[in-house]
């Protein structure tokens, strides 16, 4: 994987990605900014939202346990997964010993992010995934590139050459006459997957919430693709992150303003099912719960990174996000792009890899995230938090550091500053004052900015000169009344 | 050591730090928005389904047969499903439209298939609770809804919710609802953005979603 | 102005005195003319923002303990910059904690909140507005990201530039998004900055402006880079500037 620069700079120069992002994440903020604007309360919601989540995540064995007790009292089965391959194994051996050769699945951030299709298709068995986004990226043999919208890079025209090139391989034919017009392949996408939807027997889902006091679990869409997961098969596996547990059913009063309001921009989403381990009758009779650390654990193990656990995959992050907008999702190297995903990854996969360790740098620190995010996370503060530990990482021997070893010593002390300073404005009256348009070592600042030379005079040296020129000392009317705050000696020169 | 004892004795260790008991928190605020009145409660609820591209119909309790019956025969359904709670009336209303009216009983004796539901057209449920600021409807598949896959697979739901059922903001519903039934929240019908955030209704779900508002 | 004027100590920033000097005498010019005594404790060097935003936290702390030496005795310390302030207010306290320094924590955020970005000291302080200022340009101005959504300055420095004189002041569009400066990443990430300051700056040329204001000297460097390798022929000005502009000595 590389870098976030190195991805970046590819995907700067798709011009069509590039349009496609801006105008999608253009359409989402301001539709997320107007319902978030009918709140009167938004602000006590993401505080009651933080609250929420880290009640929970402080008290994670105890919620954990508690949300088993009540799943296996529902006649739910619950597993454990230390990590990626326990939970694949797991899931494998469940749709095997039910004699399965196809799931269906609902968009799940945790079966991406452990790649239990790639799992499931290795041991023969096809993983279909059903919402639309994740059609299109699974037929074009494509990542995501957005937590909400996977398929936000794609615009009109690609997506039917997808559909009509792909689907007849791995089921329903797209009809022939089909055009680029959403509806139309809304419509595509419903014929195909319908067939699919109807003989499945075995299903694959994530959660958004697990509630703790009853065992509810929660999924939150817009297609019906979830509800016909949750529902027609005979047995659902769900795939839950441990960091979704949220301590009572009362919680989703404030969650489910939340959540939709800060993803899609909607009041609510078109549909959201609750469901409590095996209703007689309705529904799949038989029902295992995944609960997954992959990492987890670790995240949580550090007091100011934890907070990003909190986390609901609402996006809004990434649609504020200037950096994630040009650069696109795929330069984040993870099913966690944007904001999120530069302190999501590093934070799970520990900054061992080059992209990992350039992720906390992918940011501007703008801190628009921040603003967004329903459960204030810093991201912010945590970018920084992660940059100090990719530093301390590192053997403290590149120019880089030796250069802010140097700067730091200079800095320790006023007069190297002004020793330093002489020996720029000494530069800068050689250079005339002329604009630079490149410096050697500043290849990266020369290539589309002017350079600013350094001035004739530095601040110091005018307010020194001010002061000789006006022996008063303190410049200005001095109207003190207090008669407080002599010149002390460091004001004078 | 089990997956799971592992798993818990890890989050032990990184919880360390944290000295208050659970539960600390305290209260769970209850953030809601309150109506100026019953009525203009309503009225934000019917705005706001309609918002959200399904069709409102406001009646009293005599013409709830009527109404329906004009929403499924707009939407040219031949086949109508009804569970099995559904309240008599109506059913009969349906029965004197000339409408094919289906109960949950497939070829075999048991509950429909779900490719015997994929043929037919349209499902006339009850609901639990209406919540106006966001035009949501919450299903508890009592008998008088039907289990979830009914209201699923046809592509019309007529779903008809009393004016006393109407509460005002998400958590007067979510402090209503009985979290040891199976809850399905439904505004509008189905949807996607998902191509260049362009809107499309009727995706998966009903591509049609007709509410019948009763007042007394 | 009804209230005595108080001493204020300026932070220059490190950037500004070297590189920037217009923006921290502006400052000094525009404090005296409001009444003020201004004082400027030598042994300022730099906040350390530049360390602590790429990660060395280390070297970031001595810097902590001598702003705190420096500027703990002053009841009001005004620096012309966003960012350099919201470092101070945001980041001192969290760096000597990490170095398990609880004292020089308590020092630094006792030191911090009096410590203000110049618009915030002439609005919430001075209680003045109109600061006799007069500028006859056609000006847009630019929120920089600190200001706004650390500092939380809001529409201060708007307030300050729609009070003076002759200017003739324009919306800037997308105003609130980043220039893509970012301190470190403007280096690290060059490609994805100069895409966001190429925006910034269509957005700058757009409002038909000659003059583009904003808090930050930095931001402002990285715009002005790109406007002037477009030959657009628009001014950069720090606010200070402007504020301190008058008919007889114009900015």
């Known amino acids: ?493 | 050591m089990s997956a799971r004892e592992e798993i818990l004795s890890r989050l032990r260790t990184a919880t360390r730090d944290v000295t208050t008991p659970a539960g600390s928190r305290g209260e769970i605020p209850r953030i809601a928005t309150v109506g100026d009145s019953p009525g203009a409660t309503l009225e934000l609820f019917a705005e706001n389904v309609a918002d959200y591209r399904a069709t409102v119909q406001r009646c009293s309790p005599a013409d709830v047969g009527g109404v329906v019956a004009a929403a499924l025969a707009r939407a040219a359904a031949h086949t109508v499903l009804v569970p099995t709670g559904l309240d008599p009336a109506w059913v009969s209303s349906l029965r004197d439209s000339g409408i094919r009216v289906l109960a949950d009983e497939g070829e075999d004796g048991g509950p429909l298939r779900a490719d015997e539901l994929d043929g037919i057209d349209a499902v006339v449920t009850a609901a639990r609770v209406g919540i106006a600021t966001t035009g949501t409807i919450v299903l508890d598949h009592e008998p008088d809804q039907g289990r979830r896959a009914l209201t699923l697979v046809p592509d019309q739901h007529v779903c008809v919710v009393r004016a006393d059922q109407v509460v005002h903001d998400v958590p007067d519903a979510v402090a209503l609802l009985d979290p040891s039934r199976p809850l399905t929240w439904i505004s509008g019908p189905s949807a996607t953005s998902d191509i260049e955030l362009d809107r499309v209704e009727g995706v998966h779900g009903p591509r049609t979603l007709d509410v019948v508002l009763v007042e007394p | 102005m009804t209230t005595p004027a108080p001493t204020v100590a300026l932070f220059a920033t490190c950037f500004n005195d070297t590189m920037w000097p217009e923006a921290p005498q502006a400052t000094v010019m525009l404090l005296e003319r409001l009444g003020c005594r201004v004082v400027f404790p030598r042994e300022q060097t730099c906040c350390g923002q530049m360390f602590t935003n790429t990660g060395y936290a280390d070297e970031a702390t001595p810097l902590v303990r001598r702003f705190v030496d420096t500027f703990e005795r002053y009841d009001h310390v005004v620096a012309p910059s966003g960012s350099c302030v919201g470092s101070v207010r945001e980041q001192h306290g969290m760096l000597a904690r990490r170095a398990g320094d609880a004292g020089l924590a308590e020092a630094a955020e006792r030191t911090a909140t009096k410590v203000r970005e110049l618009s915030e000291f002439l609005v919430d302080v001075l209680g003045v507005t109109d600061v006799g200022a007069y500028f006859p340009h056609r000006t847009t101005y630019h929120p920089t990201c600190h200001s706004l959504r650390m500092l939380h300055v809001g529409d201060k420095p708007l307030q300050l530039l729609r009070a003076v004189r002759g200017i003739d002041l324009v919306e800037l569009p997308a105003a609130s998004e980043c220039c893509g400066f970012g301190g470190t990443f403007a280096v690290k990430n060059a490609d994805t900055s100069i895409a966001m300051g190429s925006d910034k700056a269509r957005h700058v040329r757009e409002t038909g402006a000659e003059v583009l204001v904003a808090g930050d000297n930095s931001c402002l460097a990285h715009i002005g880079g790109v406007l002037g390798r477009q030959r657009s022929g628009v001014r950069t000005l720090h606010l200070a500037q402007v504020l301190a502009s008058t008919e007889e000595d114009p900015a």
């Open chain 1, 1 to 493: 994987m590389p870098s976030f620069q190195r991805a970046a700079k590819e995907a700067l120069a798709n011009t069509q990605q590039r349009r496609n992002l801006a105008h999608a994440t253009a359409t989402i903020r301001a539709k997320r900014a107007a319902v978030v604007g009918e709140v009167d309360r938004w602000e006590e919601l993401r505080v009651a939202g933080a609250d929420a989540k880290d009640e929970a995540l402080h008290h994670l064995p105890h919620y954990l346990e508690q949300l088993e007790t009540n799943l296996t009292a529902r006649g739910a089965t619950v597993h454990w997964a230390r990590d990626a391959d326990e939970a694949n194994r797991i899931v494998l051996d469940i749709v095997r010993a039910k004699e399965a050769q196809e799931v269906v699945k609902v968009k799940s951030m945790a079966t991406q992010e452990i790649e239990l299709n790639e799992r499931l298709e290795e041991a023969g068995i096809h993983a279909w995934e059903t919402d639309l986004a994740e059609l299109i990226v699974q037929l074009g043999h494509d990542r995501p590139s957005h937590i909400l919208v996977p398929a936000i890079h794609r615009n009109r025209a690609e997506i039917r050459e997808i559909f009509r090139r792909e689907m007849g391989s791995v089921g329903r034919p797209a009809p022939e006459d089909l055009t680029d017009e959403p509806a139309r392949l809304a419509e595509a996408a419903r014929l195909h997957l319908r067939e699919k939807f109807l003989r499945a027997r075995v299903a694959v889902s994530g959660a958004n919430f697990a509630i703790a006091d009853t065992g509810t679990l929660v999924v939150v869409e817009s297609e019906g693709n979830g509800r016909m997961c949750l529902t027609l098969p005979e047995t659902l596996i769900s795939v839950v992150g441990i960091e979704k547990v949220l301590p009572s059913f009362e919680d989703l009063g404030t969650m489910l303003q939340l959540l939709p309001r800060s993803s899609t921009g909607e009041r609510m989403n078109p549909y959201t099912s609750m469901w409590t381990g095996v209703h007689d009758g309705d529904g799949p009779q038989e029902v295992h719960v995944v609960l997954l650390d992959n990492g987890r654990s670790h995240v949580l193990a550090d007091e100011l990174g934890r907070q990003a656990l909190r986390c609901i995959r609402c996006s809004a992050c990434l649609n504020v996000c200037p950096v994630y907008e040009r650069a696109g999702g795929h330069a984040y190297g993870s099913v966690y792009p944007g904001p999120i995903g530069a302190i999501l990854n590093p934070q799970l996969r520990g900054t061992g890899s080059e992209v990992d360790k350039s992720l906390p740098y992918a940011s501007s620190l703008c801190g628009a995230c921040f603003e967004a995010c329903p459960v204030r996370i810093d991201i912010p503060t945590l970018l920084v938090h992660l940059r100090t530990q990719v530093v301390d990482e590192a053997s403290g021997r590149s120019p880089e550091a030796t250069s802010m070893r140097a700067a730091a010593w200079m800095f320790g002390d006023h007069r190297r500053l002004e020793a330093a300073q002489r020996a720029a404005t000494l530069g800068g009256r050689l250079l005339g004052g002329r604009t630079l348009r490149s410096v050697p070592g500043l290849g990266a600042w020369t290539q589309a900015r002017d350079v600013p030379t350094p001035p004739r005079e530095t601040f110091r040296q005018w307010w020194a000169r001010r002061r000789q020129d006006d022996p008063g000392g303190a410049p200005g009317p001095v109207r003190q009344q207090d008669g407080t705050s002599t010149t002390t000696p460091e004001e004078e020169t």
